[in-house]
């Protein structure tokens, strides 16, 4: 009898972001991080196991994947199929209504529904820690995309205390993240490479130590709704992420002309009085977040803007959930 799941989940945006592994294999992080998960995008993935199958199988938005991209999901799998004694191989549909790999983490989302539909096909059912720590092993940032709201991921020393949690949940604060889509062209360097050259840049180990005062003051700016001290300090650790990737050897640079033009336009528009800062992960993507009551005007603006493709206006989330689930493999999901 085959077994199949389908499950959904939103990626999120760092507010103090992950940048550097303790521990690379089981992605321990350097420091603990704060995201939104964000309604609006999402990724749904249905994972179905089948007692006659020689290898696992991966289709991404209709597109059937191999090479590194298989590899991945199948390292995860074995980890499934380690933790529920199931040893069939699986057949892996996934679907995102936003662009791959453009710096919007599409990891996260992915991952998440991943650890959901795969650990329930599998015949684990798992508490939300469980698959935190699961979806944690595939793509780190896609343990913050298991809990809904504001969430905090604890960085941990091992795979049991390393795992993600929401500090509020998506109504405790109209917040809007703007994605100013500058290219959608895939990244030259990818998360995983550049986690593993953060210890080459001197500066990582300043940021690193800096780490639990920006945890700090980002949890407290959102548990008191404080948009000013949350903007400062969302600006300040984006822009010390970027300078140890600026530092690193080989360094990396994310930004491009249009990014930095955009980082000063959201700075002249908040100190003439407007709630709106940004942030930027590893591509040049610019993310505007601002208050419910100003998205519209604003997304309007960004769209006026040279070099932006696009914008996507989402808001807090919930966390990943099933769809549905069946013990034939035959439930279309
Ligand atoms: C810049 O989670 O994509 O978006 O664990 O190798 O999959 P892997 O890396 P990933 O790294 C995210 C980096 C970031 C910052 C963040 O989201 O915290």
């Given amino acids: 009898m085959s077994m199949s799941a389908t ?6 945006i760092a507010f103090i972001k992950y940048w550097g592994n303790k521990d690379q294999k089981l992605r321990i992080p350097m420091n603990g991080s704060i995201s939104m998960t964000l309604e609006g995008l999402e990724t749904r993935t249905k994972v179905a196991f089948y007692p006659e ?24 799998l ?17 679907q995102s209504n936003f662009p791959m790999g453009s710096g919007i983490a599409s990891s996260a989302s992915a991952f998440a529904a991943l650890s959901l539909a795969a650990s329930t096909a599998a015949g684990l059912s798992f508490t939300e820690r469980e698959l ?3 979806a944690r092993t595939g793509s780190g940032s896609a343990s913050r995309s298991i809990p809904g709201g504001f969430v905090e991921w604890q960085a941990g020393t091992e795979h049991e205390n390393s795992y993600a949690f929401s500090i509020a949940g998506p109504e405790h604060w109209e917040l809007v993240d703007l994605v100013v889509v500058i290219s959608t062209q895939p990244k030259e360097t990818g998360s995983t490479e550049g986690h593993k050259l953060a210890p080459t ?11 639990s005062r920006r945890l700090n003051l980002c949890r407290s700016a959102i548990l ?9 300090i969302v600006e300040q650790d984006s822009n010390m992420m970027h300078a140890v990737m600026m530092t690193s050897q080989p360094p990396l640079f994310y930004w491009r002309p249009a990014t930095v033009r955009m ?24 993310h505007v977040i601002c208050l419910q009551e100003h998205s519209k005007t604003l997304k309007k603006r960004l769209l006026d803007i040279p070099d932006v493709e696009d914008v996507y206006t989402t808001y807090p989330g919930g ?9 034939s493999g035959e439930s279309e999901g």
């Avoid at 199929?81 to 996934?94: D, I």
């Avoid at 966390?319 to 013990?327: E, F, I, N, P, V």
Wanted: a positive charge.
């Fill in 201 to 211: 840049s001197p500066l990582q180990d300043a940021r690193v130590s800096d780490a």
């Fill in 132 to 134: 935190s720590r699961l």
């Fill in 7 to 12: 499950a959904v989940a939103h990626p999120n």
């Fill in 224 to 232: 008191e709704r404080d948009f000013e001290a949350l903007a400062r």
């Fill in 78 to 94: 074995e980890r499934v199929r380690r933790w529920s004694g199931n040893s069939e191989y699986a057949r892996v549909t996934s």
């Fill in 319 to 327: 966390g990943a959930y099933l769809l549905c689930r069946s013990s």
């Fill in 263 to 286: 980082i000063r336009i959201v700075k002249k528009w908040r100190k003439k009085g407007l709630p709106v800062c940004s942030t930027i992960d590893a591509g040049p993507n610019v």
């Fill in 53 to 76: 199958m020689e290898r696992d199988q991966l289709t991404i938005q209709g597109k059937p994947i191999y090479g590194e991209g298989l590899e991945r999901v199948s390292r995860f």
